[in-house]
């Protein structure tokens, strides 16, 4: 008697599983939709938040590199490369965020073309394929952009006019300015040699690392221009980041 007692007390405490709760009506489904959207959304803009963040690192490393290197003639041009290396890496954070920001922006285009656009402007032809896709996502997310597209865009978008700067500004720092003392006595590169000279990084000859600047910045134009393949809303413009 007191193992059944026993055994029904234990029944009482036992937490009650029960299945989930799916909509069934369609006011339920619509309001599952609602929210989910404005879940989505909010997934989206966090992630673009961090795209802006990292966008604003690259921007204030540039603006210091640039005030740090061009302030005294007789600043190191060395300077303007290991900028170029940051904001490379910045990039490099920036297209794996961006990737995220993509699966995101997906889901939410998704609804809006195919659900909520139907509700302001129905058209014919439409199927359920969406919502089945959206499921498929939700059960297996997938990146659907490569590192190298994510790159690729955020160079055009952003990232090519601050290495196009930096460039600039070594130009300036090796090819047309000489290290002096002072801004008084600094005059223009005059022959090939001197130009080896600027360039020199310490034991590493100027030659050296105006072939690797070069190298860099023919991957950047490659990167930045190369074929883009364009499915889907991709086709009609450039709307997106």
């Known amino acids: 008697m007191l193992s059944q007692n026993q055994q029904n007390t234990d029944l009482h405490l036992k937490p009650l599983i029960q299945a989930p709760v799916f909509p069934t009506t369609s006011t339920e489904f619509i309001n599952v939709m609602a929210h989910y959207h404005r879940a989505e959304i909010a997934r989206m803009a966090g992630w673009r938040d961090r795209i802006d963040r990292t966008t604003n690192w690259a921007i204030t490393v540039v603006a210091a590199m640039l005030s740090l290197s061009l302030s005294t003639p007789t600043a190191h041009h060395g300077v303007l490369l290991f900028a170029m290396v940051l904001v490379l890496l910045l990039l490099v954070i920036e297209a794996r965020r961006y990737r995220f920001f993509d699966v995101y922006r997906s889901r939410v285009r998704r609804m809006e073309r195919n659900y909520f656009a ?10 359920d394929e969406w919502i089945h896709a959206l499921g498929a996502d939700l059960r297996k997310p997938l990146f659907l952009i ?3 597209q994510a790159i690729s865009r955020r160079l055009r978008r952003n990232y090519c006019w601050m290495f196009l700067i930096l460039l600039m500004a070594w130009l300036v720092k090796t090819t047309f300015i000489s290290m002096t003392e002072s801004a008084v006595q600094a005059e223009l590169v005059d022959s090939l040699d001197e130009w080896w000279r600027n360039a020199a990084v310490g034991p590493i000859p100027g030659w050296i690392v105006v072939i690797a600047v070069v190298i860099f910045y023919a991957w950047i134009l490659f990167a930045a221009f190369r074929k883009r393949v364009r499915k889907g809303e991709m086709i009609y413009g450039d709307v997106h980041v």
Do not use: A, C, L, M
């Open 146 to 148: 490569s590192t190298n």
């Open 118 to 127: 139907q509700i302001f402007s129905p058209e014919s032809g439409t199927t």
